[in-house]
């Protein structure tokens, strides 16, 4: 009873470790966004979209490319904040080679 009992106690604890936090960056100034993904490494941002009302947006933002997954780089992306229309911030991507490729080879002469 007692190893059942420590191991959900353990696998409680390595639930709260991996918590990440949620914001809403409407309701901050661009500087909190930014120093609050800095401080904590990786934050969620929630939003309404400006082009559909009542359409929740959400992405993982990062401040650099070891909180992004293997294979991923950083790229720049933008969310609204109390105090400016885009407020920029970064987010992980797969690196698209495929378009340069495509750009680059099968153009037409």
Same mark, same amino acid.
């Given at each position: 009873?007692?190893?059942? @009992? @420590?191991?959900?106690?353990?696998?409680?604890?390595?639930?709260?470790? &991996?918590?990440?936090? $949620?914001?809403?960056?409407?309701?901050?100034?661009? %500087?909190?966004? &930014?120093?609050?993904?800095?401080? &904590?490494?990786?934050?969620?941002? +929630?939003?309404?979209?400006?082009?559909? =009302?009542?359409? =929740?947006?959400?992405? +993982?933002?990062? +401040?650099?490319?070891?909180?992004? %997954?293997?294979?991923?780089?950083?790229?720049?992306?933008?969310? =609204?904040?109390? %105090?400016?229309?885009?407020?920029?911030?970064?987010?992980?991507?797969?690196?698209? !080679?495929?378009? *340069?490729?495509? *750009? $680059? !080879?099968? &153009?037409? %002469?």
């Amino acid at each position: 009873m007692k190893t059942i @009992l @420590l191991a959900a106690l353990m696998t409680l604890v390595a639930a709260e470790a &991996q918590a990440i936090s $949620r914001y809403d960056p409407t309701r901050m100034s661009c %500087d909190r966004v &930014q120093a609050t993904i800095a401080r &904590q490494g990786a934050v969620i941002l +929630r939003y309404q979209s400006t082009r559909v =009302p009542g359409l =929740p947006l959400y992405d +993982r933002y990062v +401040r650099d490319e070891r909180f992004c %997954d293997l294979g991923e780089v950083r790229k720049r992306a933008y969310v =609204p904040s109390a %105090d400016a229309k885009s407020c920029p911030v970064f987010v992980c991507k797969r690196p698209d !080679f495929d378009r *340069r490729f495509r *750009r $680059r !080879f099968l &153009q037409p %002469d």
